[in-house]
């Protein structure tokens, strides 16, 4: 009986290990996106193809952190000693399996979104699109100033995109694609300034390494206010409606408060606290794409 208890801990601890490996609210998120973007693009709207969209989403999301902590392992025993791979707690080898699963079961939805009379080839470009980029970012793009953080905003701000293929009507999603960018790239940025610590001690040449905590701190600020002014843009134009705009003056305020009127310093904590507010923010975008529909 003891034996059987002992295996039975290990498992769990091995579940809760993988679990925060892959980061499933980061793919939910993602996922959740697609029907976003589903909802936009048409009513009624086909919510087969995009529950598949959404799937792919999901686990290209969860493939990328897991291979993301792989490549990260060095930087990550300094930034985030927690994390499964950094702590010992997974193998590098067994997180590399992980996360090319989880790219072959995203691809794997995408191959059926292209079958005939579904949405056609563009769901699997935009897949193999994730898989690439990701891989490119892991591998080598992380530590290019700037040009790793355009190409993680992209890929996160996408799945609105796949929403709007799966509807076979991608056009209607390019505005809220390039403001869920901003926001995408505005995080993207404050990371760099948490993590600069391990990112420095590895030569890791990231924006806040190359040029100051203060820089990176800076250039967020800069494209938050882009975002800002950019945000007004799809209601002036009538692509949506005041239930937008309501959601809209929310986020507005949380990111003029967090990066106009408060003036934070550059430190760790300071960064760390966007991050979370900026978290919030993405997801307060996706409710405002949807109230402003009705």
């Known amino acids: 009986m003891a034996g059987s208890s002992g295996q039975g801990s290990r498992s769990a601890f091995d579940g809760a290990a993988v679990v925060s490996l892959v980061r499933p609210l980061n793919g939910a998120i993602a996922a959740a996106a697609v029907f976003v973007g589903a909802f936009v693009a048409a009513r009624p709207t086909a919510w087969g193809p995009a529950a598949l969209g959404a799937a792919a989403a999901f686990f290209a999301t969860s493939g990328a952190n897991a291979l993301n902590d792989v490549s990260d392992l060095a930087t990550d025993r300094v930034n985030r000693p927690e994390r499964p791979v950094a702590a010992g707690r997974i193998r590098p080898q067994r997180a590399r399996e992980i996360g090319l699963g989880g790219y072959a079961a995203a691809l794997a939805c995408a191959v059926v979104l292209s079958r005939p009379g579904g949405p056609g080839i ?172 009705f």
């Open 122 to 293: 563009q769901a699997f470009t935009l897949v193999a699109a994730w898989v690439a980029l990701t891989i490119l970012y892991s591998s080598a793009a992380k530590g290019a100033p700037v040009a790793g953080n355009v190409v993680v905003a992209a890929v996160a701000a996408s799945p609105l995109l796949m929403g709007g293929i799966t509807q076979r009507n991608v056009g209607a999603t390019f505005l809220p694609f390039w403001l869920a960018f901003l926001i995408h790239l505005t995080r993207e940025i404050v990371k760099d300034g948490e993590d600069v610590e391990g990112d420095r001690a590895t030569d890791v040449r990231t924006l806040a390494v190359a040029a100051g905590p203060a820089a990176s701190l800076a250039a967020a600020r800069l494209v938050a206010i882009v975002a800002m002014a950019l945000a007004i843009v799809p209601y002036a134009l009538g692509n949506f409606g005041p239930g937008y705009l309501a959601v809209v003056v929310l986020l507005e305020g949380i990111l003029g408060w967090r990066f106009v009127l408060s003036r934070p310093e550059p430190s760790r904590e300071t960064f760390r606290a966007l991050s979370r507010a900026l978290k919030i923010v993405m997801v307060l975008g996706l409710v405002a794409f949807v109230a402003g529909v």
